[in-house]
């Protein structure tokens, strides 16, 4: 299986910790998200990733470079660096990338994404959930755990794992947790340039083929440098036993 890592956002809202390097490189429980993510791949059967840089690209490039000359010890997986010369926002990084993803369906994964895996891991999980007749399957959040602002919720999900969006002035229990398993068929009318994957999940919802996994273990919302410093809290609290 192959896989998409998306690493070339600008790290905005992180900022000053993203003034001088990529969002996905910073650090937490001594390893940077960008290895935490590849690691869960490779562990997921993933052979090789195609890996999108822009912002600090050749910082990016230097960190994949040096986990490459390791591969032998960590199994993995192989690394394409594709360096974006303009932003190309979600949708279109993967769509420019499907040249190197193949014919087959593809993991795509949030560089800033950071999770802890339930009884199964969730990539597994998303994996099994795709039986041919999705164009994606998302895994999802539950909004009451998650320990941020972050409105209204983005899906509702029915019995049979299919979702639906939010309407005008509803509350919906999930958000979209930074994984999915796409085939490539989700990017048949997919415009060129720059675009959000927002555009390929409402054509697939409107198709009845977009379906959700919703994640049974932890996860963390990392936007800002206050939620890296509370996973980072909690993660110490974990590994001393402390349960407060």
Do not use: C
């Amino acid at each position: 299986m192959k896989a998409m890592l998306l690493a070339a956002g600008l790290g905005t809202r992180m900022r000053p910790l993203t003034e001088g390097t990529a969002k996905p490189l910073l650090p937490l429980g001594r390893r940077s998200l960008l290895d935490h993510a590849l690691d869960r791949l490779r562990d997921a059967g993933v052979d090789e990733v195609v890996v999108n840089a822009y912002w600090h690209a050749d910082h990016i490039a230097t960190h994949l470079a040096a986990r490459t000359r390791l591969s032998e010890r960590n199994g993995g997986p192989r690394t394409i660096v594709r360096r974006e010369q303009t932003l190309l926002d979600t949708g279109g990084s993967v769509a420019a990338a499907l040249d190197l993803l193949g014919p087959e369906p593809f993991l795509v994964v949030n560089g800033d994404t950071f999770w802890l895996d339930g009884p199964t891991p969730a990539l597994s999980r998303v994996i099994a959930a795709w039986d041919g007749a999705a164009d994606a399957v998302l895994l999802l959040q539950r909004s009451v755990q998650i320990q941020a602002d972050i409105g209204a919720g983005d899906f509702a999900l029915d019995p049979w794992g299919l979702i639906r969006r939010r309407r005008e002035l509803e509350i919906v229990p999930y958000i979209y947790a930074g994984i999915q398993l796409a085939a490539p068929a989700l990017f048949a009318d997919a415009p060129r340039g720059s675009f959000s994957m927002n555009l390929l999940w409402d054509q697939a919802i409107a198709r009845g083929r977009l379906r959700g996994v919703v994640h049974d273990g932890l996860w963390f919302h990392l936007s800002t440098p206050t939620d890296l410093a509370a996973a980072e809290y909690h993660l110490h609290a974990r590994a001393v036993g402390d349960g407060r």
